[in-house]
């Protein structure tokens, strides 16, 4: 079998770390490994394959001989790097928000939109971690009912923010626990027993980045500009694991029970639901695993046609890491690169 | 003027708490505090005006001579023993979900519809905390531009289920952090570094009872069948304070200016809504304090006439204990009572 020299760009970070594991428990065929990182990680080292792998860094000259770059250092990394990646020959799967929304860019989930893939002409961009999760539940729904508008609200996990932030929300909690009043660092507020309804920077509109990604992406990568979204987007006091609720009005009216039967044949998606049971999905009990999860299936009895939902995945994983390597596999299997 | 001999049921609870700390923090004229809970609490004491009372058993003879019973006991506690404090002459202000669809008994939020309260039969019922918060929002809004639909997901502080939960969440919290698995004894999955989609009893609907509760509640308290809610409720990790993500469709149209606007002079409300100056409202912020908080004020573009809004509120205080006292400030200004 082929093997790839794979570079992955950001690699001492959460999403990095996450790839280089990814890559291993799936036996991507990785010939090379090059972990990439800005010069403040000199001396940084990476296990792969039981193998210590020293991280250097990320400069045009690094992509030489590269044939997959896997980015997730921040938008301005990639917005200088990836080109220069794809002049040397690699394809770039891009998991900032730089290329996202270019419309020569494919951004794909491949449960969604894996054809988008083909047409790529060097990067292809990987979704807002709180987008794909939605998506991959939403298409089975879309195909069968058609899917008017969406009302999401999220519980985004610290992970999403970096490990930085897991550091943050563990120091803050102790001091707290301790008596203490700590301050925000990462975040602007207290993240420990608390909810900030802030992820990313506003607009003028009153809407954060992270809500417009998700309205803008979910048209662009379900390739419906008609689906209509709206969202509030919150981080919670949650190490890893995103959850969304949310409403869904459709065209055609389906049950709880038709949609559960959907969803339990939709590709990525685990179905956890008998509420009565205490079965529905729990950041804490996915964090590790690749899969969506949703659970609280519910017809919403507001409209006539509406549905609640109760959608959870690892936002390392799914949301990033896997999402990205989902891509590249997909493309080695179909011998685009 | 003239004093009042006013009971709290569940004294040691922290709801009872927070009313004999409000009762105090008011001035309410109380001639005689008489702190009552179960068999269990005997020997404790509260602490009123500088005196140390003791709690004595609620059993229907404790209420001879009582004119204000502040019930927040549980269900079966009120179920039992407001009918016996009505018998003897009292006013109960019940902060149960034991009367609250009871036709006739008024479901009262003081800025909302205090008209109720002049038709009770003894028993005044105190809404759930998710629901009184919202409402005081929704109803300027509803007078102005007229609601049609609501679509809420809440996150909703360990304080609603009692003080056991917020030991709870502080011992699995610490135990996580020293590399312990914890195991929920108040909630049936851990919440630490967690959020739980479930708050009381599921149906077969998949509705949980705490989601019935806001969209039946809403519509009684507001006096309008037609309002249409659909809600999942869930709980965060978070020692206090309520937060909602809600979603409102109107008739008329409303900017975001216009809504903010009609807001600040709403009763009861406080508007805290600059984003990109990191201002909106947080629990860990709102937590002791009776108003109501709203921000993230903005147009709903999914549809033509829609809003959407955080909501915060201790759910302690406007959630229940405040609220309680509001009605029975009300009925003492009116000469109800």
Known sequence: MKGYNVAVVG?????????????????????????????????HTVDFMGERITVEEAVPAAFEGIDIALFSAGQDVSLNLAPEAVKRGAVVIDNSNAFRMDAKVPLVV??????????????????NCSTIQMVVVLKPIHDRARIKRVVVSTYQAVSGTGLDAIEELKLQTAQLLNGG??????????????????????????????????????????????????????????INGHSEAVNVETVEKLTAEEARSIL???????????PQNKVYPLPASVSGKNDVFVGRIRED???????????VADNLRK???????????????????
């Open 301 to 311: 009895f507001s409209i006539p046609c509406g549905l609640n939902m109760w959608i």
């Open 264 to 274: 339990a044949k939709a590709p990525g998606v685990k179905v956890a639901d008998d």
């Open 181 to 238: 009043s700590p301050e925000g660092r990462v975040y602007p507020h207290p993240i420990a027993f608390n909810v900030l309804p802030h992820i990313d920077l506003f607009d003028d509109t009153g809407y954060s980045k992270e809500e417009w990604k998700m309205i803008r992406e979910t048209k662009k990568i379900m390739g419906d500009e008609n689906i209509k979204v709206t969202a509030t987007t919150v981080r919670v006091p949650v």
């Open 319 to 337: 949301g990033a890491a896997y999402n990205a390597i989902q891509i590249a596999e997909y493309m080695v299997q179909n011998s685009l690169i």
């Open 110 to 127: 491949p449960e969604v939109n894996p054809q988008d893939i083909h047409r790529h002409r060097g990067i292809i961009a990987n979704p």
């Open 11 to 43: 690699a001492t970070g959460a999403v990095g770390q996450t790839m280089i594991k990814i890559l291993q428990e799936r036996s991507f065929p990785v010939k090379k490994i090059l972990p990439l990182a800005s010069a403040r990680s000199n001396g």
